[in-house]
């Protein structure tokens, strides 16, 4: 992430002062995917790549932003009918007509921003778009009165009401949260999360990016979510006080098969089955067991392939490779649908895996996947 490069284009695009300057990270997680909207845990963390973003009041009703990325300029009002069309702005938008339904009284501004969270890769550029923006408006105009949680949910409710993806809280909450070397086991219902320490002795992070972008994938990400609500109203049934399918065992699950389609029951039975793997990796964290870490991580692939159906042919077979060249730990990570596998990787293997993993990928699909070292990071602040 480069500051100067964000603020040399601010004042070239615009009156040639400057403003602040705020950054947010994207994420990885380690486990426990699809489970932050059934309620359960994940086990994400921040990492170096995000987005930074310079921003100052322009004394007006008119929101004047601009990509350097996409080179593109868009000016938006800050009314609800204000929505602009450009995808990229409208999460923009969305942060400000959030954090104007919290109270806040956000104003016209200037702003630039540009980032190094490769889009559609699974990573959360967007949560780090959305927390960058909530972040910095809390600061600029709310006196910072928006707790972190809140201003996770502003990112959030910006995905679901103006972006159209019904997410849940884990990208917005890792990107505020995130803190340099620790991974965070949250707890989507309670809330409550705890910082583990993450410096795995021996072994890398590496996450394999296939290049199938993701970004068409909401509408199969939503119908995900739609399969565990019915699944939890027909296990409701018989257990009332189930609210997500953290509250439901697989003997739950198996008691009202009869009136779960096929199909949701497979997403239930993966949701029930992740949300365990992410304790169980927990504790053998704590103990320095990255075998299980690592065995847990295939199964997790395995269930997100087989029963989730997130994960797709180029996914599929990074994940294979990693197996075959004994690699700890592999699996696609985030959402699913394209993007990156993460890699637990002892050391020694590391090099050999990668020129393993570019090789074949080549000659099996014709391009070369990218490869992303993972550096565990702060959340989301102000630089200047
Ligand atoms: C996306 C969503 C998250 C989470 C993951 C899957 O990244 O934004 O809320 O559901 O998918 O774990």
Redesign the pocket.
């Known amino acids: 992430m480069d500051i100067e490069h964000v603020r040399s284009r601010f004042i070239k695009h615009f009156d040639g002062t400057t403003g602040a300057v705020y950054a947010s990270p994207g994420r990885i ?1 380690l486990i ?6 059934n309620g359960g845990f ?1 086990f994400p963390g921040a990492i170096d790549k995000g987005m930074i973003a310079e921003i100052k009041p322009n004394g007006t009703d008119i929101v004047k932003a601009y990509s350097i990325d996409l080179k593109d300029y868009v000016e938006f009002g800050l009314k609800e009918e204000d929505a602009p069309r450009a995808s990229w702005a409208r999460y923009i938008f969305g942060v400000c007509r959030e954090m104007i339904k919290r109270g806040v009284d956000v104003k016209g501004f200037n702003t630039a921003f540009s980032g190094d969270v490769p889009l559609g890769a ?1 990573m ?1 550029s ?2 780090a778009l959305e927390s960058t923006y909530a972040y910095a408006l809390n600061d600029l105009f709310g006196d910072n009165k928006i707790d972190k949680f809140e201003l996770a949910k502003v990112g ?1 409710a910006t ?1 679901h009401n103006y972006c159209g ?1 019904n ?6 909450f890792a990107s505020v949260f995130g803190k340099q070397g620790s991974l965070i086991r949250l707890d989507c219902r309670s809330l409550e999360y705890q910082y583990f320490p993450f410096d795995p002795k021996g072994y890398r992070l590496v996450l394999v990016d296939s290049v199938v972008k993701h970004e068409l994938a909401s509408s199969a ?1 939503n119908k995900r979510r739609q399969s565990c609500e019915a699944a939890v109203a027909a296990i409701q049934k018989k257990h009332p006080h189930v609210e997500f399918l953290r509250d439901c065992t697989m003997e739950m699950l198996e008691e009202s098969k009869a009136e779960i389609s096929e199909e949701d029951f497979m997403r239930a039975e993966y949701v029930i089955e992740e949300i365990q793997r992410v304790l169980d990796v927990c504790d053998a964290l704590e103990k320095g067991d990255y075998e299980t870490v690592g065995q847990k991580m295939y199964e997790t692939h395995h269930g997100m392939s087989k029963l989730y159906e997130v994960s797709c042919e180029e996914l599929d077979f990074l994940n294979d490779l990693a197996f075959d060249c004994g690699v700890t730990g592999s699996r696609v990570m ?3 649908f394209g993007g990156c596998t993460i890699n637990l990787v002892k050391e020694e293997l590391y090099d050999t895996f990668i020129q393993n993993a570019k090789d074949k990928f080549k000659e099996k699909f014709g391009r070369s996947p990218k490869v992303y070292d993972v550096v565990i990071s702060d959340g989301a602040r102000r630089l200047v």
């Open positions: 997680n426990g995917e699809h489970t932050d909207y994940v699974g959360s967007s949560a959030q995905e993806v997410c849940g809280i884990m990208d917005q990400y985030g959402g699913g």
